[in-house]
């Protein structure tokens, strides 16, 4: 049993990096949007549109994340 606690700590510990890469990803893709505003490669619309996408993206694979977590928990504290 105490093996298994340890491995969802380390499996939750893998989950808060990918949400960690996930951000990253997110605030590098809003910073290229925003350069190219400045650039007038994209109009302020394109940008806020960028954003909600983005937005959208990230919620969704938080999800799909979360899901996984809880179900390789279940997976790993059952005998």
């Not at 893709?29 to 937005?55: N, Y």
């Amino acid at each position: 049993e105490e093996r298994r606690k340890l491995l969802v700590k380390q499996t939750g510990e893998k989950v808060e990096e990918t949400r960690i890469a996930l951000r990253n990803i997110r605030q590098d893709g809003l910073k290229d949007a925003k350069r190219k505003k400045d650039a007038k490669e994209l109009s302020e619309d394109d940008v806020k549109r960028v954003e909600k996408e983005f937005d959208k993206l990230m919620s969704e694979y938080q999800d799909k994340i979360d899901a996984a977590f809880r179900a390789k928990e279940q997976d790993i504290l059952t005998i």
